[in-house]
């Protein structure tokens, strides 16, 4: 056991990487090592994994369905029978905020899938290109970044029908721009080095250049943006389910549920409290998560 | 500058063509038929007809985007379903309390958030650095309804504080007259102090839960900013000449930082139009959020397209006026 971990530490660590997938895992398991001496960014990756398995074993973990109504004891105080009390149909508070975590992490899975390539590929080309393409694709930029992200979400989203997937495709679109300015940003200096004139030396396509080698190189300032931005999703996936135009009734969204607890709230307060400590909750793993990964991918910068 | 001058103009001419572009697009693409939504489903045959080519909806979409355009310039954004009138006389009804919460939200971010980090950036890595990051981390981590609501719950419900949702108690509702619709100068202009301790109470909570993230922004910039100018040369040549402190700080460090801390502020101002749409409506406050969300509710398209617009234009006005003022303040962009 410890001489197969002791290999894999030297394959780790060999000076000499023998290959371009070697010497990436390499880079990776020095960032971890930075990543692992922060505290903080561990606390928040911890709050990730934990949520992470909350929502995958959710039938296990929750004590009734999410779904199952019971109006002869509906607004019941938290009790043993029900953890955190139930709502206005009877339903089992607790429950629904384990289903809850199912929902708000499939909403900031499906938006960074929307929102990184896109991001990536604008503000590679925009990069790379320059000249009219680069204005034409930064002024585009620009007229989304003229909206605050909240209002032209709540926009898109009233004017496609209030539903959770217009939801994920509206704060995905609004999501891009920041992005596509930084990967630009990123390519810009990339596109400068020796290496690059290298492979346009030798005759690589402008294609083969963007999608091989700027590309990769932008991932990991694109990686930490990414994961502070997941905080910002949650909390604007809340705020449109909080309006009532993301997840409908009676999908266990947490934004929607506060929504709903906001009439009890100066008498069964907790209805509407705990949803909103789950977003905090979350929010906060990310965010922390976040920081330490720029720190540990980007030693540069220092606050 | 003059080209530069252009230049600029030239840029905002374009963004705002895009931003009304974007609107634009986000009308046609609502699966309500406006047409039936003017005629009603019942009309005669024929009607239907007539009201399209009333509404323009026959033209081609240049023809119809340069007709929209037209209109969004002159202030025409068509008549609310809502309140069944012209949109923009809603705006302007409603614009001012949002200016009012939101301009008293910038004071106290401004006033706690610049000093805090300061102090914050001077005593590094002690309590005040900490509490400075722990509010940094708030203003990301904490969805701002949720503050707005626990907030009521404790201060109004349970402590009995401040003032409940709107912007005054029913007693004291229409008695004094409207002038600015800024309705703490109103009661100013009219010398009722009754009226405006009233109002106060009820603005004090919202502008506070929103105060918070703008503070929480501003601090953590405020104390990026300073802690880039202590770490200069120019500081520890002060510092060596046998200044105190607090000049060196107060003197020398914050005058550089205060260009920036401009600009930062005048893009908090417009991420609070955010916060307010969210803050407005837990707080049933009557700005320009509780319209655009009491729009969006009803499914009318003219006051969330109106709205945004407004929202949209501002935002830019923002932009624009930190890049003016930046330009006009530090003297190397000259």
Redesign the interface.
């Known amino acids: 056991m410890s001489g197969a971990a002791s290999t894999l530490r030297d394959y780790l660590t060999t000076p000499t990487p023998r290959s371009r997938r070697h010497a990436a895992l390499q880079r990776a398991w020095l960032a971890w090592r930075r990543l692992r001496n922060n505290p903080t960014a561990m606390a928040g990756l911890g709050i990730i994994v934990l949520i992470v398995l909350v929502a995958a074993f959710a039938p296990w973990i929750a004590t009734h369905s999410p779904f199952e109504q019971n109006l002869n004891n509906r607004l019941a105080p938290p009790s043993a029978a029900h953890w955190l009390g139930t709502d206005e149909f009877g339903r089992d508070v607790y429950s629904r905020l384990v289903y809850g975590s199912r929902v708000a992490l499939r909403i900031i899975g499906l938006v960074t899938v929307i929102t990184g390539p896109i991001g990536l590929l604008i503000g590679a080309i925009a990069g790379y290109a320059g000249g009219w393409v680069d204005a034409a694709l930064m002024r585009i930029t620009d007229i989304f970044l003229a909206f605050p992200r909240l209002i032209l979400a709540l926009a898109l989203t009233s004017a496609l029908g209030p539903n959770i997937d217009n939801a994920i495709l509206a704060i995905g679109i609004t999501g891009w721009p920041p992005l596509a300015r930084l990967a630009r940003a990123e390519t810009l200096t990339i596109r400068a080095s020796d290496f690059i004139a290298a492979a346009r030396v030798i005759g690589a396509s402008a294609t083969r250049i963007v999608v091989g080698h700027v590309m990769p190189l932008c991932m990991p300032s694109l990686i930490v943006r990414l994961t502070l931005d997941m905080a910002g999703v949650i909390l604007i996936a809340a705020g449109l389910g909080f309006l009532g135009l993301g997840a409908q009734p009676p999908q266990p969204e947490w934004g929607a549920m506060i929504a709903a607890g906001r009439k009890f709230v100066f008498d069964q307060w907790w209805i509407a409290a705990i949803p909103g400590i789950a977003i905090c909750v979350l929010s906060l793993g990310f965010n922390l998560f976040g920081d330490g990964l720029r720190d540990a991918l980007d030693p540069k910068t220092h606050s | 500058m003059l080209r530069k001058l252009a230049g600029l103009s030239g840029?905002i001419v374009?963004?705002v063509l895009?931003?009304l572009?974007?609107?634009f697009v986000?009308?046609r693409?609502?699966?309500i038929d406006p047409v039936l939504s003017v005629i009603g489903e019942n009309a005669p045959p024929g009607a239907y007809e007539r009201a399209r080519a009333d509404l323009g909806l026959d033209q081609p979409l240049h023809v119809q985007f340069g007709r929209f355009v037209k209109k969004a310039v002159t202030g025409d954004f068509g008549v609310s379903v809502l309140t069944a009138r012209p949109v923009i006389d809603d705006l302007k009804r409603v614009f001012p309390a949002t200016i009012e919460l939101a301009s008293l939200a910038t004071l106290i971010g401004v006033l706690l958030g610049v000093p805090l980090g300061i102090v914050a950036a001077v005593r590094h890595q002690t309590w005040v650095d900490h509490l400075a990051r722990i509010l940094a981390?708030i203003g990301?981590?904490?969805?701002?309804?949720?503050i707005g609501?626990?907030g009521?719950?404790v201060f109004y419900?349970e402590l009995g504080w401040v003032g409940g949702p709107g912007r005054q108690s029913i007693a004291f509702l229409d008695i004094v007259p409207v002038r600015t619709g800024m309705i703490l100068l109103d009661c100013l202009i009219d010398g009722d102090f009754e009226s405006l301790a009233d109002a106060f109470r009820h603005i004090v909570l919202p502008a506070s839960v929103l105060g918070l993230f703008s503070l929480a922004y501003i601090c953590r910039m405020t104390r990026?900013f300073m802690?880039e100018q202590l770490s200069k040369e120019y500081i520890t040549a002060a510092r060596i000449k046998g200044l105190s402190e607090w000049r060196v700080v107060m003197g020398h460090a914050l005058r550089n930082i205060a260009v920036p801390l401009v600009t930062v502020i005048a893009l908090s101002y417009?991420?609070l139009?955010?916060g307010s749409?969210?803050t407005e409506?837990?707080f049933a406050w009557p700005g320009l959020g509780n319209y655009?969300?009491d729009s969006?509710?009803r499914?009318d398209?003219n006051g969330?397209?109106g709205g945004?617009i407004v929202?949209?234009a501002i935002?830019?006005g923002l932009?624009l006026l930190s890049d003016i003022l930046y330009r006009l303040l530090d003297p190397r962009t000259r």
Do not use: C, D, R
């Open positions: 840029s374009l963004t895009g931003l572009a974007v609107t986000i009308g693409v609502v699966p981390l990301h981590s904490v969805p701002v309804f949720w609501l626990m009521l719950l419900a990026s802690i417009g991420y139009l955010e749409v969210l409506t837990v655009l969300t969006l509710l499914s398209m969330v397209l945004t929202i949209g935002f830019i932009n």
